[in-house]
Protein backbone atom coordinates (compact mmCIF):
# COMPACT_ATOMS: atom_id res chain seq x y z
CA UNK A 1 0.00 0.00 0.00
CA UNK A 2 2.61 2.18 0.91
CA UNK A 3 4.48 1.74 -2.80
CA UNK A 4 0.67 2.43 -4.31
CA UNK A 5 0.78 5.85 -2.33
CA UNK A 6 4.26 7.00 -3.61
CA UNK A 7 3.51 6.18 -7.14
CA UNK A 8 0.32 8.02 -7.08
CA UNK A 9 1.57 11.09 -5.41
CA UNK A 10 4.79 11.27 -7.64
CA UNK A 11 2.81 12.75 -10.84
CA UNK A 12 1.84 15.27 -8.44
CA UNK A 13 5.34 16.16 -7.32
CA UNK A 14 6.80 15.98 -11.00
CA UNK A 15 3.98 18.26 -11.82
CA UNK A 16 4.62 21.42 -9.50
CA UNK A 17 7.89 21.30 -9.72
CA UNK A 18 7.73 21.90 -13.60
CA UNK A 19 5.05 24.74 -13.65
CA UNK A 20 6.07 28.20 -14.48
CA UNK A 21 6.15 31.28 -11.97
CA UNK A 22 3.27 33.61 -13.28
CA UNK A 23 5.49 36.72 -15.53
CA UNK A 24 6.10 39.10 -12.85
CA UNK A 25 5.11 37.37 -9.53
CA UNK A 26 7.32 38.70 -6.81
CA UNK A 27 10.21 36.58 -6.12
CA UNK A 28 10.21 34.50 -9.42
CA UNK A 29 12.99 34.20 -12.04
CA UNK A 30 10.92 34.46 -15.55
CA UNK A 31 12.56 34.76 -19.50
CA UNK A 32 9.85 36.72 -22.14
CA UNK A 33 10.60 34.79 -25.41
CA UNK A 34 10.43 38.04 -27.96
CA UNK A 35 11.31 37.30 -31.45
CA UNK A 36 10.59 39.02 -35.29
CA UNK A 37 11.64 42.02 -36.89
CA UNK A 38 14.85 42.49 -38.10
CA UNK A 39 13.80 46.20 -38.20
CA UNK A 40 13.11 45.91 -34.78
CA UNK A 41 15.64 43.92 -33.00
CA UNK A 42 17.95 46.41 -32.59
CA UNK A 43 15.94 48.48 -30.53
CA UNK A 44 13.79 45.27 -28.78
CA UNK A 45 17.73 44.25 -27.99
CA UNK A 46 17.88 47.75 -26.03
CA UNK A 47 14.84 47.58 -24.54
CA UNK A 48 15.93 44.54 -23.02
CA UNK A 49 18.99 45.16 -21.40
CA UNK A 50 17.97 48.34 -19.83
CA UNK A 51 14.96 46.93 -18.22
CA UNK A 52 16.93 44.76 -16.28
CA UNK A 53 17.59 48.14 -14.46
CA UNK A 54 13.35 47.93 -14.20
CA UNK A 55 12.47 44.45 -12.91
CA UNK A 56 15.56 42.66 -12.33
CA UNK A 57 13.65 39.44 -12.16
CA UNK A 58 12.25 40.13 -15.45
CA UNK A 59 15.07 38.45 -18.62
CA UNK A 60 14.31 39.50 -22.52
CA UNK A 61 15.11 37.02 -25.07
CA UNK A 62 15.12 38.86 -28.32
CA UNK A 63 15.86 36.95 -31.42
CA UNK A 64 15.46 38.31 -34.79
CA UNK A 65 14.42 35.94 -38.10
CA UNK A 66 12.13 38.51 -39.78
CA UNK A 67 8.13 39.28 -38.91
CA UNK A 68 7.39 36.14 -40.45
CA UNK A 69 9.31 34.17 -38.35
CA UNK A 70 7.97 35.81 -35.21
CA UNK A 71 4.15 35.17 -36.51
CA UNK A 72 4.83 32.21 -37.06
CA UNK A 73 6.41 31.39 -33.17
CA UNK A 74 3.24 33.26 -31.69
CA UNK A 75 0.98 31.17 -33.83
CA UNK A 76 2.79 28.30 -32.45
CA UNK A 77 2.84 29.56 -29.10
CA UNK A 78 6.86 29.36 -28.73
CA UNK A 79 7.38 33.46 -27.83
CA UNK A 80 5.56 35.55 -25.27
CA UNK A 81 5.86 38.60 -27.53
CA UNK A 82 6.76 38.93 -31.75
CA UNK A 83 7.85 41.61 -33.56
CA UNK A 84 7.11 42.69 -36.48
CA UNK A 85 7.27 45.18 -39.18
CA UNK A 86 3.94 44.69 -41.00
CA UNK A 87 0.47 43.86 -40.14
CA UNK A 88 -0.59 39.96 -39.33
CA UNK A 89 -1.95 38.43 -42.77
CA UNK A 90 -6.07 37.11 -42.67
CA UNK A 91 -4.28 33.72 -42.84
CA UNK A 92 -2.04 33.84 -40.16
CA UNK A 93 -4.48 35.00 -37.80
CA UNK A 94 -7.44 32.44 -39.02
CA UNK A 95 -4.20 30.20 -38.14
CA UNK A 96 -3.53 31.29 -34.65
CA UNK A 97 -7.12 31.23 -33.74
CA UNK A 98 -7.09 27.73 -34.71
CA UNK A 99 -3.76 27.26 -32.60
CA UNK A 100 -5.93 29.13 -29.59
CA UNK A 101 -4.09 31.77 -30.20
CA UNK A 102 -5.74 34.94 -29.95
CA UNK A 103 -3.36 37.87 -31.47
CA UNK A 104 -3.17 41.26 -30.22
CA UNK A 105 -1.75 44.31 -31.57
CA UNK A 106 0.01 47.11 -30.15
CA UNK A 107 1.51 50.03 -31.95
CA UNK A 108 4.99 50.48 -30.67
CA UNK A 109 6.23 52.86 -32.94
CA UNK A 110 6.63 54.36 -36.58
CA UNK A 111 9.76 54.19 -39.23
CA UNK A 112 10.35 55.60 -42.27
CA UNK A 113 11.79 52.72 -45.02
CA UNK A 114 14.44 54.70 -46.98
CA UNK A 115 15.81 54.17 -50.08
CA UNK A 116 20.16 53.59 -50.35
CA UNK A 117 22.33 54.29 -52.53
CA UNK A 118 25.71 54.57 -52.46
CA UNK A 119 27.48 57.70 -51.73
CA UNK A 120 28.52 58.34 -55.30
CA UNK A 121 25.71 57.44 -56.98
CA UNK A 122 24.65 61.09 -58.17
CA UNK A 123 20.85 60.63 -57.81
CA UNK A 124 18.63 62.82 -55.67
CA UNK A 125 15.57 61.84 -56.26
CA UNK A 126 13.37 58.81 -57.23
CA UNK A 127 9.57 58.06 -57.75
CA UNK A 128 7.28 55.01 -57.18
CA UNK A 129 7.48 54.61 -60.91
CA UNK A 130 11.40 54.31 -61.33
CA UNK A 131 11.47 52.34 -58.16
CA UNK A 132 8.52 49.85 -59.63
CA UNK A 133 10.98 49.72 -62.85
CA UNK A 134 13.97 48.41 -60.93
CA UNK A 135 12.40 46.30 -58.67
CA UNK A 136 9.16 45.13 -60.07
CA UNK A 137 8.21 42.20 -61.90
CA UNK A 138 8.38 43.24 -65.58
CA UNK A 139 9.96 46.24 -64.74
CA UNK A 140 12.46 47.18 -67.42
CA UNK A 141 14.90 49.30 -66.19
CA UNK A 142 18.47 47.37 -65.64
CA UNK A 143 20.77 49.86 -66.03
CA UNK A 144 21.84 53.35 -64.21
CA UNK A 145 21.84 54.86 -67.57
CA UNK A 146 18.09 54.04 -67.99
CA UNK A 147 17.67 57.03 -65.81
CA UNK A 148 19.64 59.21 -67.03
CA UNK A 149 22.90 58.52 -64.37
CA UNK A 150 26.51 57.99 -64.82
CA UNK A 151 27.54 56.29 -61.34
CA UNK A 152 31.48 56.54 -60.89
CA UNK A 153 32.91 53.31 -59.88
CA UNK A 154 29.58 51.20 -61.49
CA UNK A 155 31.76 50.39 -65.18
CA UNK A 156 28.87 47.71 -66.30
CA UNK A 157 26.63 50.67 -65.30
CA UNK A 158 24.05 47.75 -64.34
CA UNK A 159 21.71 48.50 -61.48
CA UNK A 160 22.30 45.91 -58.55
CA UNK A 161 19.04 45.18 -56.98
CA UNK A 162 19.39 44.12 -53.32
CA UNK A 163 16.14 43.67 -51.21
CA UNK A 164 15.64 41.05 -48.51
CA UNK A 165 13.91 37.68 -47.77
CA UNK A 166 10.60 37.43 -48.21
CA UNK A 167 9.39 36.60 -44.51
CA UNK A 168 10.80 39.86 -44.06
CA UNK A 169 7.94 42.71 -42.89
CA UNK A 170 10.04 44.98 -44.38
CA UNK A 171 9.27 43.01 -47.78
CA UNK A 172 6.36 42.70 -47.78
CA UNK A 173 5.77 46.22 -46.58
CA UNK A 174 7.86 47.42 -50.05
CA UNK A 175 6.11 45.29 -52.25
CA UNK A 176 2.42 46.66 -50.92
CA UNK A 177 3.37 50.47 -50.70
CA UNK A 178 6.18 50.95 -53.66
CA UNK A 179 5.37 47.76 -56.08
CA UNK A 180 1.76 48.30 -55.74
CA UNK A 181 1.14 44.50 -54.51
CA UNK A 182 2.61 42.97 -57.45
CA UNK A 183 6.35 40.60 -57.59
CA UNK A 184 9.48 41.29 -57.38
CA UNK A 185 11.20 41.01 -60.05
CA UNK A 186 13.79 37.83 -60.32
CA UNK A 187 17.26 38.27 -59.58
CA UNK A 188 17.37 40.72 -56.67
CA UNK A 189 20.06 40.15 -53.74
CA UNK A 190 17.68 38.67 -51.52
CA UNK A 191 19.30 40.13 -48.06
CA UNK A 192 18.74 38.44 -44.35
CA UNK A 193 18.87 41.62 -42.26
CA UNK A 194 18.57 45.04 -42.55
CA UNK A 195 22.21 46.05 -41.66
CA UNK A 196 22.95 43.28 -44.74
CA UNK A 197 21.02 45.62 -47.03
CA UNK A 198 22.98 48.87 -46.09
CA UNK A 199 26.67 47.18 -46.02
CA UNK A 200 26.38 45.78 -49.46
CA UNK A 201 25.04 48.94 -50.86
CA UNK A 202 27.93 50.85 -48.86
CA UNK A 203 30.36 49.01 -50.35
CA UNK A 204 28.82 48.38 -54.30
CA UNK A 205 28.76 51.73 -56.53
CA UNK A 206 26.15 49.79 -58.78
CA UNK A 207 23.85 48.90 -55.55
CA UNK A 208 20.22 50.32 -54.66
CA UNK A 209 18.32 48.90 -52.02
CA UNK A 210 16.00 49.45 -49.22
CA UNK A 211 15.94 48.81 -45.03
CA UNK A 212 14.44 51.00 -42.17
CA UNK A 213 15.85 54.33 -41.63
CA UNK A 214 17.39 53.61 -38.16
CA UNK A 215 20.07 51.30 -39.92
CA UNK A 216 21.46 54.06 -42.16
CA UNK A 217 24.94 54.94 -41.38
CA UNK A 218 27.26 58.49 -42.55
CA UNK A 219 28.61 56.02 -45.39
CA UNK A 220 25.39 55.57 -47.09
CA UNK A 221 23.12 58.06 -49.30
CA UNK A 222 19.08 57.81 -48.55
CA UNK A 223 17.03 58.91 -51.83
CA UNK A 224 14.60 61.43 -51.42
CA UNK A 225 11.03 59.63 -52.47
CA UNK A 226 8.88 61.72 -54.88
CA UNK A 227 8.69 63.23 -58.15
CA UNK A 228 11.92 65.71 -58.53
CA UNK A 229 11.27 69.57 -56.46
CA UNK A 230 8.59 67.70 -54.63
CA UNK A 231 10.32 64.50 -53.15
CA UNK A 232 10.28 63.93 -49.09
CA UNK A 233 13.76 63.27 -47.59
CA UNK A 234 13.28 60.03 -44.92
CA UNK A 235 13.17 61.65 -41.28
CA UNK A 236 11.69 60.65 -37.95
CA UNK A 237 9.32 63.69 -38.34
CA UNK A 238 8.49 62.60 -42.07
CA UNK A 239 7.18 59.24 -40.30
CA UNK A 240 5.36 60.88 -37.26
CA UNK A 241 3.75 63.58 -40.23
CA UNK A 242 3.07 61.23 -42.37
CA UNK A 243 4.06 62.80 -44.89
CA UNK A 244 7.22 60.65 -45.59
CA UNK A 245 5.75 58.36 -48.16
CA UNK A 246 6.55 54.95 -47.19
CA UNK A 247 6.54 55.26 -43.52
CA UNK A 248 4.97 52.42 -41.59
CA UNK A 249 3.90 51.21 -38.36
CA UNK A 250 6.23 49.37 -35.92
CA UNK A 251 4.28 45.86 -34.05
CA UNK A 252 4.60 43.75 -31.23
CA UNK A 253 1.74 41.00 -30.92
CA UNK A 254 0.68 39.11 -27.77
CA UNK A 255 -0.93 36.06 -27.47
CA UNK A 256 -4.35 38.05 -25.85
CA UNK A 257 -4.05 40.57 -23.66
CA UNK A 258 -1.35 40.19 -22.04
CA UNK A 259 -1.12 39.80 -17.87
CA UNK A 260 1.63 39.41 -15.40
CA UNK A 261 5.12 40.62 -16.55
CA UNK A 262 4.44 40.45 -19.94
CA UNK A 263 1.94 43.25 -19.29
CA UNK A 264 4.06 45.06 -17.31
CA UNK A 265 7.03 44.85 -20.49
CA UNK A 266 4.57 46.53 -22.77
CA UNK A 267 3.13 49.07 -20.22
CA UNK A 268 7.06 49.88 -20.19
CA UNK A 269 7.63 49.84 -24.02
CA UNK A 270 4.63 52.34 -24.22
CA UNK A 271 5.63 54.99 -22.12
CA UNK A 272 7.97 57.99 -21.96
CA UNK A 273 11.12 55.71 -20.51
CA UNK A 274 10.81 52.96 -23.66
CA UNK A 275 9.91 55.38 -26.03
CA UNK A 276 12.62 57.57 -25.50
CA UNK A 277 15.14 54.90 -26.39
CA UNK A 278 13.43 53.94 -29.53
CA UNK A 279 13.61 57.78 -30.03
CA UNK A 280 17.64 57.44 -29.55
CA UNK A 281 17.49 54.02 -32.26
CA UNK A 282 15.91 56.38 -35.13
CA UNK A 283 12.64 55.95 -35.14
CA UNK A 284 9.42 57.76 -34.69
CA UNK A 285 7.75 57.39 -31.20
CA UNK A 286 3.96 55.40 -30.87
CA UNK A 287 2.91 58.83 -29.12
CA UNK A 288 4.20 62.22 -27.81
CA UNK A 289 6.94 61.68 -25.74
CA UNK A 290 9.17 63.71 -22.70
CA UNK A 291 12.96 62.67 -23.23
CA UNK A 292 15.57 64.14 -20.93
Not at 107 to 124: E, Q, R, S
Not at 210 to 235: D, R
Not at 238 to 266: C, D, F, V, W
Request: hydrophobic share 40%.
Amino acid sequence: MKKLLLLVAAPALVLVACSRPEPGAKGSRVVLQNKGSDTLVNVAQAWAEAYKEVDPNTAIAVTGGGSGTGISALINGTVDIANASREMKDQEIASAKANGVEPVEFVVGYDALAVFLHPDNPATSLSFEQLAGIYGDGGETVSWSQLGLDVPGCSSGEIVVVSRQNNSGTYAYFQEVVLGGKDFKLGTRDMHGSKDVVDLVENTPCAIGYSGLAYATEHIKKACIGEAGACVEPTVEGAISGEYPIARSLLMYTSGQPTGGTKAYMDWILSDAGQCILLDKGYAPAAKVSCK
